[in-house]
Protein backbone atom coordinates (compact mmCIF):
# COMPACT_ATOMS: atom_id res chain seq x y z
CA UNK A 1 0.00 0.00 0.00
CA UNK A 2 3.18 2.45 0.94
CA UNK A 3 4.29 2.54 -2.97
CA UNK A 4 0.45 3.04 -3.96
CA UNK A 5 -0.22 6.12 -1.55
CA UNK A 6 3.52 7.58 -2.68
CA UNK A 7 2.73 7.39 -6.24
CA UNK A 8 -1.00 8.41 -5.61
CA UNK A 9 0.56 11.41 -3.32
CA UNK A 10 2.93 12.25 -5.46
CA UNK A 11 5.03 12.25 -2.27
CA UNK A 12 8.70 13.12 -3.00
CA UNK A 13 11.43 11.63 -1.16
CA UNK A 14 12.03 15.36 1.14
CA UNK A 15 8.75 15.25 2.27
CA UNK A 16 8.04 11.94 3.13
CA UNK A 17 11.80 12.28 5.18
CA UNK A 18 9.82 15.54 6.41
CA UNK A 19 6.43 13.85 7.33
CA UNK A 20 8.50 10.49 9.00
CA UNK A 21 10.63 12.87 11.17
CA UNK A 22 7.25 15.10 11.79
CA UNK A 23 5.95 11.92 13.19
CA UNK A 24 8.63 10.39 15.27
CA UNK A 25 9.93 13.69 16.83
CA UNK A 26 5.67 13.77 18.40
CA UNK A 27 6.07 10.34 19.04
CA UNK A 28 9.01 10.52 20.69
CA UNK A 29 7.38 13.89 22.81
CA UNK A 30 4.07 11.68 24.03
CA UNK A 31 6.50 8.59 24.61
CA UNK A 32 8.62 10.49 26.83
CA UNK A 33 6.09 12.14 29.20
CA UNK A 34 4.40 9.34 29.39
CA UNK A 35 6.93 6.72 30.09
CA UNK A 36 8.66 9.95 32.70
CA UNK A 37 4.73 9.96 34.31
CA UNK A 38 4.35 6.21 34.73
CA UNK A 39 8.28 5.77 36.35
CA UNK A 40 7.90 9.17 38.65
CA UNK A 41 6.72 7.40 41.88
CA UNK A 42 3.52 9.03 43.33
CA UNK A 43 3.30 11.12 40.23
CA UNK A 44 -0.69 12.53 39.55
CA UNK A 45 -2.71 15.04 37.49
CA UNK A 46 -4.10 16.16 41.06
CA UNK A 47 -2.22 19.61 40.93
CA UNK A 48 -2.27 20.51 37.07
CA UNK A 49 -5.89 19.62 37.13
CA UNK A 50 -6.76 22.11 40.41
CA UNK A 51 -4.67 25.01 39.04
CA UNK A 52 -6.71 24.28 35.59
CA UNK A 53 -7.79 27.99 34.49
CA UNK A 54 -9.64 27.63 31.33
CA UNK A 55 -13.55 27.95 30.48
CA UNK A 56 -13.78 23.99 31.85
CA UNK A 57 -11.79 24.52 34.81
CA UNK A 58 -14.25 23.71 37.36
CA UNK A 59 -14.48 20.37 35.73
CA UNK A 60 -10.52 19.57 35.73
CA UNK A 61 -10.58 20.46 39.28
CA UNK A 62 -13.68 18.43 40.37
CA UNK A 63 -11.68 15.56 38.44
CA UNK A 64 -8.73 16.05 41.07
CA UNK A 65 -11.02 16.17 44.12
CA UNK A 66 -12.57 12.75 43.53
CA UNK A 67 -9.67 9.70 44.73
CA UNK A 68 -11.00 7.44 42.27
CA UNK A 69 -11.71 9.61 38.98
CA UNK A 70 -7.97 10.83 40.06
CA UNK A 71 -6.79 7.91 39.88
CA UNK A 72 -8.46 6.63 36.92
CA UNK A 73 -7.67 10.28 35.00
CA UNK A 74 -3.97 9.25 36.25
CA UNK A 75 -3.51 6.19 34.02
CA UNK A 76 -5.43 7.00 31.56
CA UNK A 77 -3.03 10.26 31.00
CA UNK A 78 0.50 8.43 31.75
CA UNK A 79 -0.51 5.49 29.72
CA UNK A 80 -2.31 7.10 26.67
CA UNK A 81 0.75 9.17 26.37
CA UNK A 82 2.83 6.63 26.49
CA UNK A 83 0.91 4.69 23.92
CA UNK A 84 0.13 7.03 21.11
CA UNK A 85 4.28 8.11 21.80
CA UNK A 86 4.90 4.48 20.78
CA UNK A 87 2.48 4.20 18.50
CA UNK A 88 3.98 7.57 16.28
CA UNK A 89 7.23 6.54 17.39
CA UNK A 90 6.83 3.14 15.32
CA UNK A 91 4.15 4.14 13.09
CA UNK A 92 1.81 1.69 14.51
CA UNK A 93 -1.76 2.57 14.37
CA UNK A 94 -0.67 6.14 13.89
CA UNK A 95 -3.95 7.04 12.65
CA UNK A 96 -5.91 6.58 15.52
CA UNK A 97 -3.04 7.54 17.87
CA UNK A 98 -3.20 10.93 16.09
CA UNK A 99 -6.54 11.03 16.67
CA UNK A 100 -6.40 10.23 20.45
CA UNK A 101 -2.85 12.70 20.56
CA UNK A 102 -5.06 15.58 19.10
CA UNK A 103 -7.98 14.78 21.69
CA UNK A 104 -5.55 14.85 24.47
CA UNK A 105 -3.64 18.01 23.51
CA UNK A 106 -6.84 19.58 23.42
CA UNK A 107 -7.96 18.47 26.72
CA UNK A 108 -4.60 20.19 28.13
CA UNK A 109 -5.37 23.76 26.02
CA UNK A 110 -8.14 23.81 27.68
CA UNK A 111 -7.08 23.32 31.10
CA UNK A 112 -4.65 26.22 30.96
CA UNK A 113 -5.50 28.02 27.25
CA UNK A 114 -3.42 31.17 26.65
CA UNK A 115 -6.30 33.79 27.03
CA UNK A 116 -6.18 37.08 27.54
CA UNK A 117 -7.16 37.61 31.36
CA UNK A 118 -5.58 34.94 32.45
CA UNK A 119 -2.98 35.87 34.43
CA UNK A 120 -1.80 32.90 34.93
CA UNK A 121 -0.65 32.14 31.22
CA UNK A 122 0.39 35.64 30.33
CA UNK A 123 4.37 34.59 31.64
CA UNK A 124 4.26 30.88 30.63
CA UNK A 125 6.98 29.79 28.40
CA UNK A 126 5.60 28.57 25.10
CA UNK A 127 2.55 30.56 25.64
CA UNK A 128 1.31 33.35 23.14
CA UNK A 129 -2.38 34.89 23.42
CA UNK A 130 -4.21 32.10 22.27
CA UNK A 131 -1.33 29.80 20.84
CA UNK A 132 1.01 27.35 22.96
CA UNK A 133 3.14 24.59 22.41
CA UNK A 134 -0.21 22.35 22.94
CA UNK A 135 -2.44 24.27 19.88
CA UNK A 136 1.12 24.15 18.01
CA UNK A 137 1.33 19.77 18.17
CA UNK A 138 -2.17 20.11 17.55
CA UNK A 139 -1.72 21.61 14.12
CA UNK A 140 1.02 19.39 13.22
CA UNK A 141 -0.99 16.40 14.82
CA UNK A 142 -3.66 17.45 11.81
CA UNK A 143 -0.73 17.67 8.79
CA UNK A 144 0.37 14.03 9.91
CA UNK A 145 -3.10 12.79 10.05
CA UNK A 146 -4.18 14.94 6.31
CA UNK A 147 -0.25 13.64 5.42
CA UNK A 148 0.22 9.87 6.46
CA UNK A 149 3.60 8.82 6.38
CA UNK A 150 3.17 5.63 8.53
CA UNK A 151 2.01 3.47 5.75
CA UNK A 152 4.90 4.17 3.74
CA UNK A 153 7.72 4.42 6.60
CA UNK A 154 6.06 2.90 9.92
CA UNK A 155 4.87 -0.49 10.96
CA UNK A 156 1.56 0.22 9.49
CA UNK A 157 2.94 -0.57 5.95
CA UNK A 158 3.34 -4.35 6.69
CA UNK A 159 -0.18 -4.19 8.63
CA UNK A 160 -1.61 -3.04 5.17
CA UNK A 161 0.25 -5.64 3.36
CA UNK A 162 -0.67 -8.49 5.78
CA UNK A 163 -4.44 -7.49 5.86
CA UNK A 164 -3.99 -7.14 2.09
CA UNK A 165 -2.79 -11.03 1.64
CA UNK A 166 -5.36 -11.70 4.29
CA UNK A 167 -8.30 -10.23 2.07
CA UNK A 168 -6.38 -11.60 -1.32
CA UNK A 169 -6.53 -15.05 0.50
CA UNK A 170 -10.46 -14.76 1.36
CA UNK A 171 -11.58 -13.69 -2.17
CA UNK A 172 -10.47 -17.01 -3.60
Known sequence: MGTEIVKKMGYSGKQIFALTFLRVLIGWHFLYEGLVKIYTPGWSAGAYLEGATGPFSGLFKN?????????????????????????????????ACKIFGILLLALYYMAYPPFAGLDQNVVAEGSYWVVNKNLIEIGALVVLLVFPSSYITGLDKYLSEVKNLISGRNKK
Open 63 to 95: LAQQDVVLSIVDLLNAWGLALVGFGLFVGLFSK
